[in-house]
Structure formats: structure tokens, C-alpha cells
């Protein structure tokens, strides 16, 4: 329906400009007709002249180096060996991310910390966003505060929390240790527990964000339709489900398409607190990534990696857009 | 009514609770920074201390914490003067074109925002290091304004097409030129589109450690990279750390502060 109306605006548009035009050369002005088409012209170069220095350098800088990478991705390439000669391998460097053990782990956690530090940082910062909705003087001094962890230097929030995770002295770590709770080595030295505290970690660091695009859509919800629900006699459980929740859903959807694409390309936190490590316990695609590409200078192998994570990124993507489309006609059936 | 203020009282304590939990670890930042260096490693961790610049003193020792600042300040600057110089006139052109490919080039600067920097680094360090830039501010400069100037581009873009065109149009008839329309119509009114994302362009090159850590040099290098560096070598202590982070984090998280309200813009246009 909606599509309709729209395509019929643009002939509605596109007939009453043909007439405008037509009706001007009619009308013998031909002089003031080709100024005018010339000053259309000059108007669309002024913008594309305006636009083009953009376009330019994003391709020369970013587009040229990826397909640069993609080239370098079919290739067995590396600097320091064979005197950094090119050997074509086809799709062997893809296949090797499945093949070898260290790869696979770190795509299969990549996976799960996007998931499960997203999910996390959805929850709580929809519960810290609903207790921050009130205006006023309180509330806006708890939203500087919670602005700081997102704005803390990523590598210093590593740095903190390897601090405070330490057996010996640290905040947490020392106590966690003594009472038996993390093993005598700590959290961090822990195959099965460093990959959680990394994502709790990035939890601490990106709830506060979360919750202020979702206070944002909050406050711009229209007050009328909640202040009808409530005078229909809603419960504030039924007025959060059926009226708060489907109003927000765009914004629900920036904040989590947001988060996904950060997520998946974590890096700082991980590298500072275990470097990928105990073993491959908290490794990723993009700490693997740059240590084969920039430490061992294993520059196809490390492309194809940088390319696979790309193309995750593309489908999460695409699977939210599609998701959210289906909630939304569903919401708008209702 | 009295149910009313007993449930915001409830809010409240609630919300106290989850800062001052929250809080705990910028807390440890900021006092491990004023302690002795053997009040540090006590164990078990001492909650009382007495405070002590020594550690402020000590990094002045040990780093050239200026040369570090300066580095820090002239790559956060460089990229964001230079996405800003970019990506602004792109956003406005996008927003004013009646093309049909003028959304389809929006979108294509959203999809750059979203690549992972691991793809696009390695054939940019090997492109540096070919044309002999490896090691210099501009290398950091330009692979960040990539991601920058993405973001830009899109966050002036939604920002321009929320702008109605009746005033650049009347200007225009009025007999102001096209540039007159961009520089001193439309631009004035966006100012606080601006504000937002030079905010969001410094914030993210200020933080940024990647791209810095492999295309600096010792004599380039920021603070996020010093910051590790220095890490494990014999002379530093969590006290020097914290101090140092003082310097990396102190600057931005100020300018979040009291940009509060472009900083919520940033977030909710940015993406949009």
C-alpha cells in the first residue's frame, strides 16, 4: 500500500515537472529556458564537486587496500618467509580458517562474544534506560556518569580490569582467589572462565551506550498514546509489552546493529587483558587476525581473515534488517 | 500520589546502588594513581592510603608524557579537521542530490563504517611502508579518516535531508550563489550536527590503539600505545599506569561531560 502511494507521488511529481518544463519553453522564453537548465546543471556539478573529494579518497584509502586484500587473500604470502614471494593457492587460506584449530576457535568465539556481550549489554541497558526515563536534575547527573565508562580509552579499561582481576593484589581477584571461587591463578588464566569475564568486561564498558540510544527513543515517544493506556487502565507490565516496546523497536534495532558490528570487531580488550590466551581460550578473529598479519607478516592468511569477518558482519547485518522488518509488519498488523 | 514518590524513591536507591557498583573500577583507576608504590601491591588490597603525586613525578621520569600528548593531539585533530573537510559537502551533496544514486552512495559510506580495520590494514601497511610513510602521524591520519569521514558523510547527510530547502532555495533566488547557499545557509544551521560528530571523530581516534600500535614509531607513538608498551617493563607500577591513563582518558571523558547532549545526537543520527 504504502509502496503505491509512493510510486504514484513520484508520476504525480514527474508529470506536473514535464508540464512546469513544457509550459516554460511554450511560453517563448528560450533564452531564460537554457538559463535555467544551465542553472540546473551548475547546481548538480556544484553538488557532485562537493561530493567528489569524499568518494575519492574513501576509495583510494579504504576500497583500494580491501580489494588489495581480497587479491592477497588467494595467495600463499608471507614476508618473511620465501623472500615474500607470491605463490596462487585459490580458496586454500579460507579453507585453512576451518582446517586449523586456532582459526576455527577464534571464529567460533567471535561468535560468541558478539552474541552473549550484546545480549547482556541489551538487557541491562533496557532495565538502566526504563529507571532513567523520568526527567529531571537526578537522573541527567546518574547519565553523565554512566557516560564515562564509554568514553574511557578502551585500552585503560583492559589495563583496569587486569589490575583488578589479579590474585595478588587486585580489587576483585585477590578475594575471588581466596575464597576459592576463580582457582588459585585468577580468572583471566582460566580456559573456561577468561572467554566470560572478557565479555563481562565489554558488558561494563558498553551498557551505559546501549542505554542512552534506547533513553533517547524513550524520550521521544509520543506521551499521548502511553497517557492513553494508562487511563485504559494498562498495567505498566502490559503498557511496557504492548505499547513501549513495538514504539521503540527502531531504535532497539540501532542500538543492537550498533553493538554487533563493534562487537565482532573487538580487540583492544581482549588484547590487553589475555592476548587471545590461555591457549586459544579468548582468541578472535581480529586479535588472530592482526597477530598473523602484522606479527608473523602472514599476509594472505591474515586477509582472508580480515574478509571472512567482513562478510560475518554483512550477513549479521542483513539477518537484523530482515528480522526487524518482519517484527515490524507484524507490529503494524496488530 | 504518596505511591508515586515512594516509587521514584525506589528508582532511586536502585540507581545509586548500580553507579556506585559501576563506578568501582574508574574509582581504582583514578586512586591507584595518588598511591605509594608499595601500598599497591599490599595483599591483601588496602583500602586505605596515604596519597602521593610520586607517581605523577615518576612518569614525568620515565616518559616524555608531552611529546606523547602532542602525538595523541595532532592524530585525533589531523583526522577529524580532515573527515569533517570531507565529509560534510559529501553529507550536504548527498542530502540535496535528486539523483537516485545519491542514497546508494549514503549507503555505501555506511557499509565503509562497518568494515573491520583488520581488513583494510595490512594492505594499507604494506602501501605505507611502500611509499615510505610508515612511522608518520599521516599514516594513522589517513587510514582513520577513512572510517571517520564514513561517518561523517552519513551523520551530516541525515542531519541536511532533516533540513527543510525552502531557505536555501529562497537564497538561491534571492541571487546568493550555490557555494553561498552550502557555506552560509544551510551549514549555520547544522552547527550542533557538526559539534556531534567532530565529538565522535575525536573520541574514536583518541581511543583508537590498533592502527597506531602497527603505523607509529616510538618517536609518533600516542598515549594508548605507550600505555601499553611501558607495560611489564621493570620501572612501571599500576600507580605510573594510572597516572599515565590519567592523561589518555582525563581530556575526552571531560569533553564527553560537558558535550553530554551532542553526544546523545551523535548516537541516535548517526546510524539512523
Known amino acids: 500500500m504504502k509502496k503505491r502511494t509512493g510510486a504514484s507521488t513520484v508520476l504525480i511529481q514527474r508529470g506536473c515537472s514535464a508540464l512546469a518544463t513544457t509550459s516554460v519553453g511554450s511560453i517563448d522564453f528560450p533564452q531564460r529556458k537554457a538559463a535555467r537548465l544551465r542553472f540546473q546543471d551548475r547546481r548538480r556539478l556544484f553538488l557532485i564537486a562537493l561530493a567528489v573529494p569524499a568518494v575519492v579518497y574513501v576509495v583510494l584509502i579504504a576500497l583500494w587496500p580491501l580489494a588489495q586484500g581480497i587479491w592477497y587473500s588467494f595467495f600463499d604470502y608471507n614476508l618473511l618467509r620465501g623472500g615474500g614471494r607470491r605463490t596462487f593457492v585459490g580458496l586454500a587460506n579460507y579453507a585453512e580458517l576451518w582446517t586449523d584449530s586456532t582459526a576455527r576457535r577464534a571464529l567460533i568465539n567471535t561468535f560468541v562474544f558478539t552474541f552473549a556481550a550484546v545480549a547482556l549489554e541489551f538487557v541491562f541497558g533496557l532495565c538502566l534506560a526504563l529507571l532513567l526515563w523520568r526527567e529531571g536534575r537526578f537522573n541527567r547527573i546518574c547519565l553523565a556518569f554512566l557516560l564515562i565508562p564509554v568514553t574511557i580509552t578502551p585500552v585503560v579499561v583492559g589495563l583496569i580490569f587486569r589490575a583488578l582481576l589479579a590474585v595478588d593484589y587486585g580489587f576483585f581477584g585477590y578475594y575471588l582467589a581466596e575464597w576459592g571461587i576463580s582457582g588459585p591463578r585468577g580468572f583471566l588464566a582460566s580456559t573456561s572462565a577468561a572467554l566470560p569475564v572478557v565479555i563481562l568486561i565489554d558488558v561494563w564498558e558498553w551498557t551505559p551506550l546501549v542505554a542512552l540510544i534506547l533513553l533517547a527513543g524513550l524520550k521521544s515517544l509520543p506521551g499521548d498514546i502511553l497517557e492513553a493506556a494508562s487511563a485504559d487502565g494498562a498495567t505498566a507490565l502490559q503498557r511496557f509489552r504492548l505499547v513501549v516496546l513495538p514504539l521503540l523497536l527502531p531504535t532497539v534495532f540501532l542500538a543492537l546493529v550498533l553493538r554487533v558490528m563493534d562487537a565482532f570487531r573487538v580487540f583492544d580488550i581482549i588484547f590487553v587483558t589475555t592476548g587471545g590466551g590461555p591457549g586459544d581460550a579468548t582468541n578472535s578473529l581480529m586479535v588472530y587476525g592482526v597477530k598473523q598479519g602484522l606479527q608473523f607478516f602472514n599476509i594472505g592468511f591474515a586477509s582472508a581473515i580480515g574478509n571472512v569477518a567482513i562478510l560475518c558482519i554483512a550477513v549479521l547485518c542483513a539477518a537484523f534488517t530482515l528480522l526487524i522488518r518482519r517484527a515490524d509488519v507484524r507490529a503494524n498488523e496488530t | ?272
Open chain 2, 1 to 272: 500520589m504518596k505511591a508515586r514518590t515512594r516509587q521514584i524513591a525506589i528508582e532511586r536507591t536502585t540507581l545509586v546502588v548500580i553507579l556506585a557498583l559501576y563506578m568501582i573500577p574508574v574509582l581504582w583507576l583514578v586512586s591507584t594513581a595518588y598511591k605509594p608504590p608499595r601500598e599497591i601491591f599490599s595483599s591483601p588490597p588496602s583500602f586505605t592510603f596515604s596519597p602521593t603525586l610520586f607517581n605523577f613525578e615518576r612518569i614525568f621520569q620515565l616518559f616524555d608524557v608531552w611529546q606523547l600528548l602532542k602525538s595523541s593531539i595532532v592524530m585525533s585533530l589531523g583526522t577529524t579537521v580532515l573527515s569533517l573537510l570531507l565529509g560534510v559537502p559529501a553529507g550536504y551533496a548527498l542530502a540535496r542530490s535528486k539523483s537516485r544514486y545519491a542514497i546508494v552512495v549514503a549507503y555505501f559510506f555506511l557499509a565503509i563504517r562497518t568494515v573491520p580495520i583488520i581488513a583494510t590494514l595490512i594492505p594499507f601497511y604494506l602501501m605505507m611502508r611502500d611509499i615510505g610513510l610508515l612511522g608518520t602521524w599521516w599514516a594513522v591520519i589517513l587510514i582513520n579518516t577513512t572510517l571517520n569521514c564514513a561517518f561523517v558523510t552519513w551523520m551530516m547527510f541525515s542531519y541536511f535531508r532533516a533540513l527543510p530547502r525552502d531557505m536555501e532555495e529562497a537564497a538561491l533566488t534571492d541571487g546568493c550563489t550555490l557555494w553561498g547557499a552550502f557555506y552560509r545557509v544551510a551549514l549555520p544551521t547544522v552547527v550542533p550536527g557538526i559539534i556531534a560528530s567532530a565529538l565522535f571523530c575525536i573520541m574514536f581516534s583518541w581511543n583508537d590503539f590498533l592502527t597506531p600500535m602497527f603505523l607509529t614509531n616510538s618517536d609518533t607513538k600516542p598515549l594508548s600505545v605507550a600505555l601499553l608498551a611501558s607495560f611489564g617493563t621493570k620501572d612501571i607500577t599500576w600507580g605510573t599506569l594510572g597516572a599515565l591513563a590519567h592523561f589518555s582518558t582525563v581530556p575526552i571523558v571531560l569533553m564527553a561531560l560537558f558535550l553530554n547532549r551532542y553526544f546523545v545526537q551523535g548516537l541516535t543520527k548517526g546510524v539512523h
